[in-house]
């Protein structure tokens, strides 16, 4: 006979914590089932492991918190309605919820008991043949009537296989993890119960290890009988919270939350049995979560000065206060309980770090600092101190530097100007050479500077290099006095399209070529693994339309069929951080505004299909904002946009602006401009504003949901289009780019009769969760130069709502079954 070995693990946190993990579980190759509950609508929970395994809700009350769980209104005597259950209707033995002979599983969840003093059996998980009240496994918290409350694993014949815990203790308002492992071997199998508690309430002590990580304390049982295989395994079912037999008098009296079946014998490490998250944790969290429409990475705070001004120049500055955002600053912010994404500037080749120099009193201190908290960080621009500095244009050392300028035609990365008499412009060649890329993206990666860089962060999960992404690069519509465009093949006769076509898919070539040289320089194999490369405009155009001749500034193009792109540098890099900024130079400057047609909101609705693109040519894309006023108390003297604007462009007006942006795109990062040599004082008013707007989606239960998971509400209909129509792409024409809700204080549709320069006193969108007939919307609204009282906004498939609209930005939570709306 086998031998069967039973070990009861108990892991107790006296870690207080208010609510469940900062992210739910996410699916893996071993994950059969997961339920994340967070519906808030239907009858069906929805399966994320990728299965298509979705459970039934039965007449349980879904949560309405904002929080993920469910919370049951499961009663006595209500049999098969008052559970969640999923059926497997496979043949024969197949199904993966038996306990077969060899087979390993786990389930899990997270549990919280309203009250304690249930007399009865109170079901976690039961699997059963369909329609039969005979079980054949089910896990259990003893009734209080049973004076250790032990958990119990019983199988169908209970006199031999049955494993339970030791004596335990419940409380209520105290979640708890608690799992079954089945490990079937060749040598014998274990069966092995566990439960942490996250709650200071809890007995016990948890040595935590430097992970977070609750170790766990096992002690061998009893031994058991092998468990006998069934002969038909067809049509079992996996009951939540209670029980199909006993007219369902097992149920759970409480709440359940991240129920995950797996295909193998987890270890408390996978449990994510941890202490209460820093916001070190939760920022790595998200830096690192994968792209997801409907499990949404919460975003983060970004900076593009990261403060050497007074490093560069310290004579007269002394006060810290003008040092601007240096890392210091940064990391003092994320202790203080803010959500920032580490930034510093990146070395350029000549840079020399050394002992005593202004670069170690830079980098040391702090980026050991994120080492300890193991958080991800962003390198941006470039810094350094001889003649040739290519500042954050890290490919523009291949026209700055006369190494790679001076080469011959062929092997040159430069404009061959064919109006110049055949000479190297200063200017970079989707068609050059391509040799010189990756040299000078090894001169990068490579240097003495960033080799100490990781010296000082050997293992970071993430690195994020930003690039400022303005060098001189030849238009398109150039290519035809390059040479090296002919000597590619090309001719002077091909269309716009397959100019542009050909433009993009060189520069992506060219790109990726120096990304990898830059990455495989790395001595860090850490590094080389998590950096990616993001350029700052390396997306589409939000003026798309704006004007007949916006294609020039674009890689936008249309070959009809499927050959066609809004935008072609999702390909070319792993990331891009278009602009969010109030123009003050172009054409159209005495039009541009943030209460216009023409402002960042209306050109903003333009990037939602982009962003859908980017994604689907490149799922693993980093969509982050790159924000900036643009007009404050410091600018208003400079920009002849302030004129048109307000001298005294408050903070408040300015988050009311940036927000409508961030509900409606849902960026990763929003990452803050101003000028480098402005005091940080006399800026720092305007980060707060942004990094108060992202503070709030992750301290408001409700934002965050919205923010994880909903849609963006179009509005678009035959006379409430986009206002920006000319010389659009017709395979783009059914693209959804109208988000703005229709307010009774804004001009009313046609929209084609409105202009660049027409008011737009109210900005609102609107995001929808959930299924018809229980619909939950979030809204958003601002009014950039005054608040404005009494506003009707139709949202579409709820109505009209009215409310008050503040400058620096409004929500309104609205509910489908009650309709009803209120202010959050």
Same mark, same amino acid.
């Given at each position: 006979?086998?031998i069967?070995?039973?070990?009861?693990?108990?892991?107790?946190?006296?870690?207080?914590?208010?609510?469940?993990?900062?992210?739910?579980?996410?699916?893996?190759?071993?994950?059969?089932?997961?339920?994340?509950?967070?519906?808030?609508?239907?009858?069906?929970?929805?399966?994320?492991?990728?299965?298509?395994?979705?459970?039934?809700?039965?007449?349980?009350?879904?949560?309405?918190?904002?929080?993920?769980?469910?919370?049951s209104?499961?009663?006595?005597?209500?049999?098969?309605a008052?559970?969640?259950?999923?059926?497997?209707?496979?043949?024969?033995?197949?199904?993966?919820l038996?306990?077969?002979?060899?087979?390993a599983?786990?389930?899990?969840?997270?549990?919280?008991?309203?009250?304690?003093?249930?007399?009865?059996?109170?079901?976690?998980?039961?699997?059963?043949?369909?329609?039969?009240?005979?079980?054949?496994?089910?896990?259990?918290?003893?009734?209080?009537?049973?004076?250790?409350?032990?958990? /119990?694993?019983?199988?169908?014949?209970?006199?031999?296989?049955?494993?339970? $815990?030791?004596?335990?203790?419940?409380?209520?308002?105290?979640?708890?993890?608690?799992?079954?492992?089945?490990?079937?071997?060749?040598?014998? $199998?274990?069966?092995?119960?566990?439960?942490?508690?996250? %709650?200071?309430?809890?007995?016990?002590?948890?040595?935590?290890?430097?992970?977070?990580?609750?170790?766990?304390?096992?002690?061998?049982?009893?031994?058991?009988?092998?468990?006998?295989?069934?002969?038909?395994?067809?049509?079992?079912?996996?009951?939540?919270?209670?029980?199909?037999?006993?007219?369902?008098?097992?149920?759970?009296?409480?709440?359940?939350?991240?129920?995950?079946?797996?295909s193998?014998?987890?270890?408390?490490?996978?449990?994510?049995?941890?202490?209460?998250?820093?916001?070190?944790?939760?920022?790595?969290?998200?830096?690192?979560?994968?792209?997801s429409?409907?499990?949404?990475?919460?975003?983060?705070?970004?900076?593009?000065?990261?403060?050497?001004?007074?490093?560069?120049?310290?004579?007269?500055?002394?006060?810290?206060?003008?040092?601007?955002?240096?890392?210091?600053?940064?990391?003092?912010?994320?202790?203080?309980?803010?959500?920032?994404?580490?930034?510093?500037?990146?070395?350029?080749?000549?840079?020399?770090?050394?002992?005593?120099?202004?670069?170690?009193?830079?980098?040391?201190?702090?980026?050991?600092?994120?080492?300890?908290?193991?958080?991800?960080?962003?390198?941006?621009?470039?810094?350094?101190?001889?003649?040739?500095?290519?500042?954050?244009?890290?490919?523009?050392?291949?026209?700055?530097?006369?190494?790679y300028?001076?080469?011959?035609?062929a092997?040159?990365?430069?404009?061959?100007?064919?109006?110049?008499?055949?000479?190297?412009?200063?200017?970079?060649?989707?068609?050059?050479?391509?040799?010189?890329w990756?040299?000078?993206?090894?001169?990068?990666?490579?240097s003495?500077?960033?080799?100490?860089?990781?010296?000082?962060?050997?293992?970071?999960?993430?690195?994020?290099?930003?690039?400022?992404?303005?060098?001189?690069?030849?238009k398109?519509?150039?290519?035809?006095?390059?040479?090296?465009?002919?000597?590619?093949?090309?001719s002077?006769?091909?269309?716009?399209?397959?100019?542009? !076509?050909?433009?993009?898919?060189?520069?992506?070539?060219?790109?990726?070529?120096?990304?990898?040289?830059?990455?495989?320089?790395?001595?860090?194999?850490?590094?080389?693994?998590?950096?990616?490369?993001?350029?700052?405009?390396?997306?589409?155009?939000?003026?798309?339309?704006?004007?007949?001749?916006?294609?020039?500034?674009?890689? %936008?193009?249309?070959?009809?069929?499927?050959?066609?792109?809004?935008?072609?540098?999702?390909?070319?890099?792993?990331?891009?951080?278009?602009?969010?900024?109030l123009?003050?130079?172009?054409?159209?400057?005495?039009?541009? /505004?943030?209460a !216009?047609?023409?402002?960042?909101?209306?050109?903003?609705?333009?990037?939602?299909?982009?962003?859908?693109?980017?994604?689907?040519?490149?799922?693993e894309?980093?969509?982050?904002?790159s924000?900036?006023?643009?007009?404050?108390?410091?600018?208003?003297?400079?920009?002849?946009?302030?004129?048109?604007?307000?001298?005294?462009?408050?903070?408040?007006?300015?988050?009311?602006?940036?927000?409508?942006?961030?509900?409606?795109?849902?960026?990763?990062?929003v990452?803050?401009?101003?000028?480098?040599?402005?005091?940080?004082?006399?800026?720092?008013?305007?980060?707060?504003?942004?990094?108060?707007?992202?503070?709030?989606?992750?301290?408001?239960?409700?934002?965050q949901?919205?923010?994880?998971?909903?849609?963006?509400?179009?509005?678009?209909?035959?006379?409430?289009?986009?206002?920006?129509?000319?010389?659009?792409l017709?395979?783009?024409?059914?693209?959804?780019?109208?988000?703005?809700?229709?307010?009774?204080?804004?001009?009313?549709?046609? $929209?084609?009769?409105?202009?660049?320069?027409?008011?737009?006193?109210?900005?609102?969108?609107?995001?929808?969760?959930?299924?018809?007939?229980?619909?939950?919307?979030?809204?958003?609204?601002?009014?950039?130069?005054d608040?404005? %009282?009494?506003?009707?906004?139709?949202?579409?498939?709820?109505?009209n709502?009215?409310v008050?609209?503040?400058?620096?930005?409004?929500?309104?939570?609205?509910?489908?079954?009650?309709?009803?709306?209120?202010?959050?």
């Amino acid at each position: 006979m086998r031998i069967f070995l039973v070990f009861i693990a108990l892991s107790l946190s006296v870690q207080a914590w208010a609510q469940l993990p900062a992210r739910p579980y996410l699916g893996d190759t071993n994950t059969e089932l997961l339920y994340h509950f967070n519906e808030r609508a239907g009858t069906a929970a929805a399966d994320s492991s990728g299965n298509n395994r979705s459970a039934n809700y039965g007449s349980v009350q879904i949560g309405n918190t904002g929080l993920a769980f469910f919370d049951s209104a499961i009663s006595a005597g209500a049999g098969l309605a008052n559970r969640v259950y999923w059926k497997d209707t496979g043949a024969g033995v197949s199904s993966f919820l038996f306990p077969r002979a060899g087979a390993a599983f786990t389930i899990e969840g997270w549990f919280k008991l309203n009250d304690t003093a249930f007399t009865h059996r109170a079901a976690l998980f039961t699997v059963q043949p369909d329609g039969n009240a005979a079980l054949d496994y089910q896990l259990w918290i003893a009734p209080a009537n049973d004076a250790t409350r032990p958990l /119990g694993l019983v199988f169908s014949d209970s006199t031999h296989y049955r494993v339970y $815990t030791a004596g335990l203790s419940w409380n209520t308002n105290t979640w708890y993890h608690i799992a079954v492992v089945v490990n079937q071997g060749a040598s014998g $199998t274990t069966y092995t119960l566990y439960r942490t508690a996250l %709650s200071a309430a809890t007995t016990g002590v948890c040595a935590v290890s430097v992970a977070g990580v609750c170790d766990v304390v096992a002690m061998s049982g009893a031994l058991m009988d092998p468990i006998p295989e069934a002969t038909n395994a067809a049509d079992r079912v996996l009951s939540i919270g209670n029980f199909y037999g006993n007219w369902g008098d097992e149920f759970f009296p409480g709440q359940i939350d991240e129920v995950r079946f797996s295909s193998i014998a987890r270890t408390a490490d996978d449990f994510r049995l941890s202490v209460a998250p820093t916001v070190a944790d939760r920022i790595r969290t998200e830096t690192v979560a994968a792209n997801s429409e409907t499990d949404h990475a919460l975003p983060l705070v970004g900076i593009w000065n990261s403060g050497t001004t007074a490093y560069d120049n310290p004579a007269g500055k002394g006060d810290v206060a003008y040092w601007g955002y240096t890392p210091t600053w940064q990391l003092e912010q994320i202790a203080a309980g803010h959500f920032i994404l580490p930034t510093f500037i990146s070395p350029t080749p000549d840079l020399v770090y050394a002992s005593g120099t202004r670069y170690e009193s830079f980098y040391k201190t702090p980026l050991e600092s994120a080492a300890a908290q193991k958080l991800p960080i962003a390198l941006v621009a470039g810094w350094g101190s001889a003649p040739i500095n290519p500042g954050g244009q890290w490919e523009s050392l291949l026209y700055l530097d006369p190494a790679y300028f001076g080469l011959a035609a062929a092997d040159n990365p430069n404009v061959i100007s064919l109006s110049d008499g055949g000479s190297v412009a200063k200017m970079l060649s989707p068609f050059g050479a391509e040799a010189p890329w990756t040299s000078v993206g090894e001169s990068w990666g490579g240097s003495q500077a960033m080799t100490a860089l990781q010296t000082l962060y050997p293992d970071p999960p993430r690195v994020l290099y930003v690039s400022n992404n303005e060098a001189d690069r030849e238009k398109w519509g150039q290519a035809t006095n390059d040479q090296h465009y002919y000597d590619a093949g090309h001719s002077a006769a091909d269309s716009d399209d397959l100019k542009i !076509k050909s433009t993009g898919k060189g520069w992506c070539r060219r790109y990726r070529l120096m990304q990898d040289a830059w990455r495989g320089a790395l001595t860090s194999a850490s590094w080389r693994s998590n950096s990616r490369f993001a350029g700052y405009q390396a997306f589409g155009r939000q003026a798309y339309g704006r004007w007949g001749e916006w294609r020039e500034y674009s890689l %936008s193009y249309d070959l009809g069929g499927t050959d066609h792109r809004i935008d072609m540098f999702s390909l070319g890099w792993d990331g891009g951080s278009p602009d969010y900024y109030l123009k003050d130079t172009g054409p159209d400057v005495v039009a541009v /505004g943030d209460a !216009k047609v023409m402002s960042v909101q209306i050109e903003s609705m333009n990037q939602e299909f982009m962003r859908r693109e980017a994604l689907e040519l490149n799922p693993e894309f980093w969509f982050e904002l790159s924000v900036s006023l643009g007009c404050d108390a410091i600018d208003a003297n400079n920009h002849p946009t302030c004129a048109n604007i307000t001298a005294d462009y408050t903070p408040a007006r300015y988050a009311g602006v940036v927000q409508f942006g961030m509900w409606l795109l849902r960026p990763r990062l929003v990452r803050d401009f101003h000028k480098s040599e402005y005091p940080r004082a006399q800026t720092q008013a305007y980060f707060n504003a942004v990094m108060d707007a992202v503070d709030r989606v992750h301290n408001d239960p409700v934002l965050q949901s919205f923010w994880r998971n909903s849609a963006p509400v179009s509005t678009e209909t035959a006379t409430y289009r986009h206002p920006y129509q000319q010389n659009t792409l017709a395979s783009y024409s059914s693209a959804q780019r109208m988000f703005l809700l229709q307010a009774s204080v804004n001009p009313p549709p046609p $929209t084609s009769s409105w202009t660049l320069t027409t008011q737009i006193k109210v900005f609102a969108l609107a995001r929808v969760q959930g299924a018809a007939g229980s619909r939950r919307w979030l809204v958003y609204a601002s009014a950039p130069e005054d608040a404005q %009282s009494g506003v009707t906004l139709t949202v579409p498939d709820f109505g009209n709502i009215t409310v008050d609209v503040s400058v620096a930005g409004s929500f309104y939570l609205l509910d489908e079954a009650t309709h009803t709306y209120a202010t959050l």
